[in-house]
């Protein structure tokens, strides 16, 4: 008899394990189990729909129930798996259409049950204008109640990616927007100089930023904070995620960082034949050295084709994360990696900065957009261990060089001689992340 | 008495190389040597000012006589070094507006005489309409050729970087373009089958390109070839470049790859105080281990920069080059770096290599352009020796990430799991370096 791989959750962490362990096993069993109504799409994507630059969610779909299915996978939605029984090894999953229950067995199981949108226990946090994005049928209803209400007002709750990708989203409707944080600046995984810059960006564009702004309750058409209500048709959340984790805590399964399913470098969790995959389970970081909670797409895919390759009898194991994360928000591109200064001073690490402004093609071609770019490195040892990016078209994904430099421990003066790209529709002769460098040497 | 430091060149190997010596001994007396009009200049830029990009030279110079002066480096224009003696320690130069000859003794010097277009000897070469563009004042006289004979018909010799350049510059003028090369592909850089792809998109502009064709002279308005000739009312060379180092040769310095002048790490050349940097030296290629002669700003501010802080009382070596560049041609991005096939077989490097199409954002997100990438391991050790990219707007500055795999010698499974950033207006989920990566492991 095959053995049989169940996987808990439909999207990148679970899928993505499942297929890549087919492949490898074409002969292994496999069953997933997924509470929402679509398997494999970018969740990153929702934004984009919301705001109507793309037409579908389906377009969003990288890969439909049906051709899991097709290729061996028995993806069962909307089913909520409810129980893990690690001594019988089987789920207990609950049909949510019909009503009832049903027992699996398994031999190998994935749990890729993600994150979700946190929700404080505010007064009124639960009213239907009050809404948050993780899921693409989040998405859809958010949609459905932004286009009821005829949303001319909307209000996000948290300066982070998803509340100011909500946000340019809104702009698109023709909406006014107010972005409220509890912080003294938007967007915490960058630096409070950093993010002034894209606090700026975002007033120019009629966007009004509150900070040190506490919410303390929702009201129909008001969102209540400490300093009077501010007028709202509806309300995204956008103060993070949290994983989705009591289901193998439940099932006495070790947790980790921020309550995520702790995992080693193979995927697997504390559990015998048990791995985990996705916005779920924690990381390793590699600048730190401490295990972290990073939910992003890209960390989601790689860790499940290592759990993929390590369950169809391959061995791969995840080297960690280092916080790599993009976004753009009303024409201005943002991007950061590694660790900014309030990050290096909770690790420990002793740190310097060079913060420089140039432009993202040499200064005389036409379209030379301001690029500012940061980056720290360890005093000690001068090797670059944080970067943050704010400019204009061409400036974000420049932060992938940082990263490659903090990945392999790369020096200032190393990066200052990497032998990067240069013509003048593209960049200066220096890279403005050379630039930076050349400030640290 | 202060040393004095004499530099031979006014563009970036020399310049740069006084400018940091200068900021580091301030009391350094510093004399340039220019015999052409212009300083520190973008050569990369002449390209996009004959294409009417620019609208003027004067926005291609990066810092002017009078700039350099008032920094107390005293530039001497329009004045051709024409001997050095290494024993008097002085060199000749001859004033050319004043047809006297001037000597100038010497503590230290550079080297940084750059490099000249290759013109062989071919009948009717030295014909008016047959153009070299290496410096500002090439680039002046060809535009008013270009005008003054009211180009409608341009042909180019040699499909490399400046030719194809040139090509987009004269179709942006209507202008009729044929290129002609006497390799079975453009961009000898670039694989066979990649160099395809850009003359693919070349000729969907309307742009001949005419592979396999030997040049056998000029005559005027004609390019004559062994299959017949092709008129033109303009031609430019685009055959590669040669180091200007007859100067060194001639004075007993020692000659390295392709008769560029021969440095070490520091930029030292084979005589004690004599420093060389940019397009007149020669690198050390970091793949092959070899000496190469590579023309290219990047590597001339990077050595000027060595060579300068050396001088200046420093110590900074140079690491050497991988081969990194970009361009556009007509729309289409184009990047490389390290070795391509040739190259690997040259050097005695088992390789393998992978080709994938990906997008230049979420398949889904409207912009998405194709991007191909090809990506080059080292077959025993799966690390990555090589990559050329092409695709549309966005493509080009990714092969920064896979120069940052080579030079940090990174296998295909490492680059795999390089934590590089995503999100769907720049990019899929797995980058399409990663996708090339991928399959390669």
């Given amino acids: 008899m095959p053995e049989r791989l169940v996987v808990v959750g439909g999207n990148a962490g679970a899928m993505g394990a499942a297929s890549q362990a087919k492949r490898l096993r074409p002969e292994l069993e496999v069953v997933a189990f997924e509470r929402g109504s679509r398997t494999s799409y970018a969740a990153c994507g929702i934004p984009f729909f919301v705001g109507h630059e793309i037409d579908s969610l389906d377009r969003l779909v990288a890969r439909s129930p049906e051709e899991h299915r097709e290729r061996g996978i028995d993806a069962r939605l909307r089913h909520e798996v409810i129980g893990i029984d690690l001594v019988a090894r089987r789920i207990v999953a609950r049909d949510l259409d019909a009503g009832r229950e049903v027992e699996v067995g398994f ?37 459905r109640e932004a286009e009821r209400v005829r949303c001319d007002r909307l209000v996000v709750v948290g300066g982070g990616y998803i509340g100011l990708e909500m946000v340019e989203a809104f702009k698109r409707w023709g909406a006014e927007a107010t972005v409220l944080d509890s912080a003294p600046q938007v967007m915490r995984t960058l630096d409070a100089d950093v993010a002034q810059l894209v606090a700026d960006a975002m007033k120019k564009l009629s966007i009004e930023v509150r900070l040190d702004v506490e919410v303390t309750g929702f009201e129909p058409g008001q969102v209540l904070t400490a300093e009077g209500s501010v007028g709202a048709d509806l309300v995204v959340l956008g103060l993070g995620v ?29 559990a015998a034949g048990v791995w985990s995959a996705g916005d779920c389970c924690d990381s390793f970081h590699r600048v730190t050295k401490q295990r972290v909670h990073i939910a992003l797409g890209t960390v989601a895919n790689r860790q499940a084709r290592v759990a993929g390759i390590n369950i169809g009898g391959g061995d791969a194991s995840f080297p960690g994360v280092i916080g790599t994360a993009v976004t753009r928000v009303c024409g201005t591109e943002i991007g950061r990696t590694g660790l900014n200064e309030v990050e290096a001073n909770e690790a420990g690490i002793d740190s310097r900065s060079a913060c420089i402004e140039s432009t993202t093609r040499a200064s005389y071609y036409p379209g030379a957009a301001p690029i500012t770019v940061k980056m720290l490195v360890e005093d000690s040892t001068g090797r670059v261990i944080g970067g943050q990016i704010v400019g204009g078209a061409g400036s974000a994904k420049r932060i992938d060089t940082i990263a490659a430099a903090i990945w392999n421990e790369m020096t200032a003066e190393e990066v200052v001689n990497l032998d990067l790209s240069y013509a003048p529709p593209f960049s200066p002769v220096w890279d403005p992340v050379q630039t930076a460098a050349r400030k640290l040497v």
């Fill in 107 to 143: 031999d190998e199981l994935v749990i890729g049950t993600g994150a979700r949108a946190l929700r404080p226990p505010l007064p009124g946090i639960d009213l239907p204008f009050v809404r948050g994005v993780a899921t693409l049928d989040d998405a859809a209803a958010l949609l």
């Fill in 242 to 270: 949290t994983p989705n984790s009591e289901l193998a805590r439940d099932a006495g399964i070790e947790l980790g960082a921020r309550n995520a399913v702790k995992v080693d470098d193979h995927q697997r969790t504390s």
